[in-house]
């Protein structure tokens, strides 16, 4: 059995790169997003209000697998019935994976817009207010004291929500992404062996989730060290 | 001469809500003047120093640094800065020391400082670095240069505020009782240093409790009561000869 796990492993080891990119790019943009909404939401502004906090009430009160699903078919069905049929965007909207790039990163930025609004608002008023007063213009108060202090403040939380965005990466093997899952899925099929494609892809999680979180206590060690101890 | 006035405050009022905090105040400082504004707390003497630099917005009245007027406007009923690059600008012109030092946490005591010379005045940063250095050295604490504001005593970053104040190189200094959140023992550090800018000629506006300071090292002391300026003068004659009986309480409570 042992050595039936280890024949599995070189194979799902060559889908990780499509795992880890996924994870990356919905990561990535769901950080940048995540501020966008995180914004929005404290910005006071009803129209910005409303719309950010409906959707992170939607994302994160629906299961990822029904809104990949929803999105995946729905939009299946809807798309080639308009003009995006025949425009240049078809070939790419015919790939699976960018459904899954969309539907993981909105709920990626869902889950950091909610840390991250806390965490803006957590940043002491007089550090704004000197910044103010010194001359400095809202948007580089944003960017030079609030953002960074508030994401050394929110980056416990952001980096556990990467390592479930990691493992949440795998509901695209339903919708046919050879990543690490759907490999293992399909090498069942293959080898007609039930349990021993899964543990190779179990272990490959566990260990990428392990250097992942040895990075990110790195990270955190690093960038809160001016709080008082 | 009116290019002599560094700042000039005309008949600033001011309400939160229902509560008139000023009731028209007018200020004049010429270059080199050290303006005290003492009063008992709710009298509007920190809000009046925050509306010198629109930290809050005054409801009517005027603010003019140098020869330059802050354009405000209506919005919706309110008072609100016309031309919020205006605003900026002069700003820069201005120094602020808060109560809380209000230090930037994530930078260090060295960043803190060049922060807004090397982004907001342009200077390079071997430039702001060797300006920083040398306030460090005025305000005695450069051997503090890559510590963390966390890490320092209150006096040390009180210091720290001051030397990022004067890093933009600011026209006039204000002062928002800059020793009222220290522990008594570092009460001195922080007042040799105020009045050490005093003597160099700097323009300060001064909110404080410190009687002794204010005797010191003002040209004009201007004791408030209810958002009303009650009584002004140099303060040797003021402090030993209030003509006010408010004044005259208040110095007793005070003393």
């Known amino acids: ?229 | 001469m009116a290019n002599d006035i560094a700042l000039a405050v005309r008949d600033i009022r001011k309400k939160f809500g229902p509560l008139e905090v000023l009731k028209g105040i007018s200020l004049e400082a010429r270059r080199g003047d050290v303006i005290s504004l003492i009063g008992q707390s709710g009298s509007g003497k920190s809000t009046l120093l925050r509306c010198i630099n629109y930290l809050e917005t005054p409801d009517s009245g005027e603010i003019i640094v140098g020869d330059e007027v802050i354009r405000a406007r209506p919005v919706r009923g309110r008072m609100s800065r016309a031309d919020r690059r205006q605003l900026e600008l002069v700003r820069r012109r201005l120094g602020m020391v808060f109560q809380n030092f209000n230090l930037w946490a994530h930078m260090t005591v060295l960043e803190n400082i060049i922060e807004g010379p090397r982004h907001l005045l342009g200077l390079t940063r071997d430039q702001a670095v060797a300006e920083a250095e040398q306030l460090l050295e005025k305000v005695g604490i450069r051997e503090k240069r890559d510590s963390y504001p966390s890490r320092l005593s209150g006096g040390q970053q009180q210091r720290v505020a001051i030397a990022r104040a004067l890093a933009m190189n600011p026209e006039v200094m204000l002062f928002d009782e800059p020793t009222s959140a220290l522990d008594p023992e570092l009460v001195q550090e922080v007042l040799q240093v105020i009045k050490g800018l005093a003597a160099e000629g700097r323009t300060m506006i001064l909110v404080t409790h410190e009687m002794a300071l204010a005797r010191d090292i003002s040209s004009e002391v201007v004791f408030l009561h209810q958002g009303l300026v009650e009584e002004r003068g140099a303060p040797a004659e003021m402090m030993s000869n209030p003509k006010s009986d408010r004044l005259r309480q208040f110095l007793r409570m005070v003393a």
């Not at chain 1, 949440?168 to 099929?189: D, H, K, N, P, W």
């Not at chain 1, 490959?204 to 060290?225: G, M, N, P």
């Open chain 1, 1 to 229: 059995m042992i050595s039936d796990i280890l024949q599995f492993l070189p194979p799902l080891i060559k889908a990780l790169p499509l795992t880890l990119m996924l994870t990356a790019v919905a990561g990535t943009l769901g950080l940048f997003f995540g501020i966008i909404l995180a914004l929005a939401r404290i910005s006071g502004y009803r129209i910005l209000v409303w719309p950010s906090f409906t959707l992170g009430l939607v994302m994160r009160g629906t299961p990822l697998l029904v809104q990949l699903y929803l999105v995946y078919y729905g939009l299946g069905e809807l798309l080639p019935g308009t003009w995006v049929r025949h425009s240049w965007l078809w070939p790419y909207l015919r790939n699976a994976i960018w459904y899954a790039i969309l539907v993981l990163t909105i709920s990626q930025a869902c889950y950091n817009a909610e840390v991250l609004r806390g965490a803006i608002l957590a940043v002491p008023k007089g550090q704004i207010e000197a910044a103010r007063a010194v001359g400095m213009s809202p948007g580089r108060i944003f960017r030079r004291i609030t953002l960074p202090q508030a994401f050394h403040a929110a980056l416990p939380v952001l980096a556990s929500d990467v390592i479930i965005l990691l493992k949440a990466t795998s509901l695209a093997s339903t919708v046919t992404i050879m990543e690490v899952l759907g490999t293992a899925r399909a090498l069942q099929r293959e080898t007609m062996m039930i349990l021993e494609p899964l543990i190779a892809a179990a272990i490959i999680y566990f260990v990428v989730v392990l250097i992942l979180t040895q990075l990110t206590s790195l990270l955190e060690r690093k960038a809160t060290s001016y709080r008082a101890r």
